[in-house]
């Protein structure tokens, strides 16, 4: 099977996609690049392609004001909860962020929706202030995983809505 990036691919293709990416979300806008590239190309032959599919990567870092609003909220409700900078269980979260590779010039030649005429170059504004804050038990992800009942149904929704508004109050204007 041939194994090809993006650029490999755009190269090999006969003409650049005309698809109108304006309504599709990031993700399926590049798949669709992807698949009409490899169909004009590479006509019933299967290939992989390797690509980057959106300029947003997993990231679990929180600027100082989410963590200080938290703290805020924690104090106010008057639980009894420490701060982790990565909660133990994270493997299953996903949080989105601006990607560092962004300036790698590698970035916008592999990224199908720059084929398009999409701006692969510009930093996204959406940027998230990831915090867990979620059940507390024994066993996660385990078959015997079990919550305590009081914490999950009368402290964590107390502590949900607070948190929420310290947010709010303390988040920057940009």
């Known amino acids: 099977m041939r194994v090809l990036t993006f650029a490999e691919l755009l190269q090999a293709a006969p003409s650049p996609p005309q698809i109108d990416l304006s309504a599709l979300d990031v993700r399926e806008g ?3 690049v992807v698949a009409s590239l490899a ?5 019933g032959q299967p290939i992989a392609v390797c690509y980057f599919a959106g300029p947003l990567i997993p990231s679990v870092e929180s600027p100082a004001w989410a963590a200080d609003a938290l703290r805020a909220a924690i104090a106010a409700e008057g639980v009894n ?3 982790h900078r ?3 269980y994270i493997s299953d979260l996903s949080y989105l962020a601006a990607s560092p590779d962004w300036s790698d010039p590698a970035f916008p030649r592999n990224f199908p929706p720059a084929a398009c005429g999409a701006d692969a170059g510009r930093q996204p504004r959406l940027a998230l202030a990831p915090l867990m804050i979620g059940p507390h038990g024994f066993g996660a992800h385990q078959p015997g995983e079990r919550v305590l ?3 999950a149904f009368e402290i964590l929704p107390r502590l949900l ?3 929420a508004l310290e947010l709010a109050k303390a ?4």
């Not at 988040?171 to 940009?174: G, N, V």
């Open 86 to 88: 990565h909660y133990p």
């Open 171 to 174: 988040q920057p204007a940009d």
């Open 39 to 43: 169909a004009s190309a590479f006509p």
């Open 149 to 151: 009942r009081r914490h």
């Open 161 to 163: 809505v607070r948190a």
């Open 30 to 32: 590049a798949r669709r």
């Open 81 to 83: 909860y420490k701060l």
